[in-house]
């Protein structure tokens, strides 16, 4: 038999990795209604334009790591896996006609994102992101709403000393003039570019500024910095999202090297680092505005901003943070046992109208002693005990606190309700 094994660079989040990532789909579902951003799904596929014009021809996203389905012959369409989920819901936003909504329309989405990257640690290639999108609001103050929402989402989730990079990246009034200055700068020192740099120094200069080869990091260090090179308009927008910042009392930095992977972004760039951990295979989240992307997707020209948090480096941070510590397992809040193995129907049948009552209870199926069934409901975490014996004859059972060691009689018609409230004494104490 050949071993079968979960893809390179995918990998089964197991139960307990499971509990984490509700646990933070709860957050974030709780957050994003509190701030009134509503649900969306958009298929995990698109039209392969759909990325190559939203996120732009030359980034590592389009050119090395797009995830692209082999056309069937009688498919004309070429179609790749979604990476990101922001062109994919500006899509639907032009395609639905979003744009007579009242705006900003504000849309929320978590799920897998697909990138065909050499996989690492923190690194896979199939992953989760948080996303939000508000679409319609030029900002500044939006802006900074969606930086203390992703900021929030950290500290309830419990990551520990997260820091929010920011910088302006300008728009295409200031940003054709500061790459024309990045350019001469990259070509001044064109023997230090290591080959794929220099190829992409001619079709998209900005680029190199967040390369991941460890080479460019010096020359990047020192590169003409875009913060001293916005227009008017941008450096007021950047200046009002700082001074919004700084009312909410979100802790950033300005970062100026900070220049998002992906072409759609204007103005405002962020992400979202533990401190003292900056590097490209560090970001826990990012985001930033992009007023070019509705209308590069078919749409009048819309401004929008949005962030993507990386839910599978959040669970690596907790999990380091935590210190070894496991997550609580969600055990059963009751198991029933019985004195005769064989009689598993009433087990079940009891079990079934507790879960039905909106309890957690399991039944004890396997055919074995009593002991063993009580002993596997102890290992269960389970709080208490039914043990099922003669009395059912006159419809009562055995109910066992395993926390308080205590047991008494009580009718099965009572059972769920006599439950509820000895758990809810355990809670009070
Ligand atoms: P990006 O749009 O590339 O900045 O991605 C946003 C966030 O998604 C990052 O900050 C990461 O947390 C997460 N992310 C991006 N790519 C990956 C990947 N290949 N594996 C795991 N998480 C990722």
Not at 106 to 119: A, I, N, W
Not at 269 to 278: I, L, N
Not at 386 to 399: P, R
Request: charged share 25%; glycine share 10%.
């Amino acid at each position: 038999m050949p071993t079968f094994r979960a893809p390179r660079g995918t990998r089964d989040l197991l139960p307990d990795d499971r509990a984490v990532f509700d646990r933070l789909q709860r957050t974030a579902a709780s957050l994003t209604a509190r701030y009134g951003y509503r649900g969306i799904e958009t298929p995990l596929f698109e039209q392969t334009s759909v990325f190559e014009r939203g996120i732009g021809e030359v980034t590592d996203v389009v050119e090395k790591e797009l995830f692209r389905l082999a056309p069937r012959s009688e498919e004309a369409e070429a179609w790749a896996l979604r990476p990101e989920p922001t062109a994919g819901i500006v899509r639907a936003y032009v395609q639905h006609g979003m744009q007579t909504w009242p705006q900003p329309v504000k849309l929320t989405t978590t799920g897998p994102m697909f990138r065909y990257d050499r996989p690492q640690a923190g690194r896979y290639r199939q992953f989760w992101q948080f996303d939000v999108e508000a679409i319609g609001d030029p900002g500044p103050a939006i802006d900074a709403e969606i930086v203390e929402l992703g900021h929030r989402f950290y500290t309830e989730t419990g990551v520990k000393g997260v820091e929010v990079l920011v910088n302006s990246i300008g728009d295409p009034a200031c940003r054709p003039a500061y790459m024309s200055t990045l350019v001469e700068y990259y070509r001044a020192h064109r023997d230090a570019l290591p080959p794929t740099e220099l190829d992409r120094l001619e079709r998209n200069a900005l680029r190199l500024l967040d390369s991941k080869d460890p080479a460019m990091a010096a020359l990047n260090a020192a590169a003409p910095r875009i913060t001293d090179h916005l227009c008017e308009a941008c450096a007021a927008h950047f200046a009002s999202v700082k001074a919004h910042l700084d009312a909410l009392g979100v802790p950033y930095r300005v970062e100026p090297g900070l220049v998002r992977g992906l072409d759609y972004y204007t103005r405002t760039a962020f992400e979202y680092y533990v401190a003292g951990r900056e590097g490209q295979q560090q970001a826990l989240g990012g985001g930033g505005r992009y007023d070019g992307l509705v209308a590069l997707l078919g749409g009048k020209p819309t401004p929008g901003i949005g962030f993507g948090l990386g839910l599978d480096r959040v669970a690596l941070v907790l999990a380091e943070q935590a210190d070894g510590e496991a997550p609580l397992a969600d055990g059963p809040l009751a198991v029933v046992v019985g004195a005769d193995p064989e009689d598993t129907a009433s087990r079940l049948k009891i079990a079934t109208d507790l879960r039905a009552a909106g309890l957690r209870a399991r039944a004890d199926l396997a055919r074995r002693k009593l002991g063993r069934q009580l002993e596997a409901a102890g290992k269960d975490g389970a709080h208490f005990a039914v043990i099922v014996g003669d009395e059912l004859a006159h419809g009562d059972v055995q109910l066992r606190d395993l926390l308080a060691g205590t047991q008494k009689v009580v009718p099965v018609d009572d059972l769920a309700r006599d439950l509820a409230r000895a758990e809810a004494s355990h809670k009070h104490g």
